[in-house]
Nanobody, 124 residues
Framework: QVQLVESGGGLVQAGGSLRLSCAAS????????MGWFRQAPGKEREFVAA????????YYADSVKGRFTISRDNAKNTVYLRMNGLKPEDTAVYYC?????????????????WGQGTQVTVSS
């Protein structure tokens, strides 16, 4: 069982930055692919970024490529999402997810474990 807790959301002006954190419980964190997703009001949940269990393998949605950076610290059981150049259309609840299969996160937009989400609001 893995529990995920996101933090770091908030209100920021367009062009600003935020860093989201997702802290995971459990001793097998480094065996999971971790992903970030977001859901805006009235919209479907969408994939944002993923990082494989071996640091270095990352994947991003086109909408955030070049602005967002996903990273992980296996010693701290934490995955991060650094968001620069934020736009009003980035406003959403951001969720982290964990799964042993990279494909589940990146292709199927799923995950075995999910956090409760953290709100990010970007004002224009």
């Amino acid at each position: 069982q893995v529990q995920l807790v996101e933090s770091g959301g908030g209100l920021v002006q367009a062009g600003g930055s935020l860093r989201l954190s997702c802290a995971a419980s459990g001793r097998t964190f480094n065996t999971y692919t971790m992903g970030w997703f977001r859901q805006a009001p009235g919209k479907e949940r969408e994939f944002v970024a993923a990082i494989g269990w071996s640091v270095g393998s990352t994947y991003y949605a086109d909408s955030v490529k070049g602005r967002f950076t996903i990273s992980r610290d296996n010693a701290k059981n934490t995955v991060y999402l650094r968001m620069n150049g934020l736009k009003p259309e980035d406003t959403a609840v951001y969720y982290c997810a964990a799964d042993h299969a990279y494909r589940t996160i990146v292709v199927n937009w799923g995950g075995e474990y999910w956090g409760q989400g953290t709100q990010v609001t970007v004002s224009s």
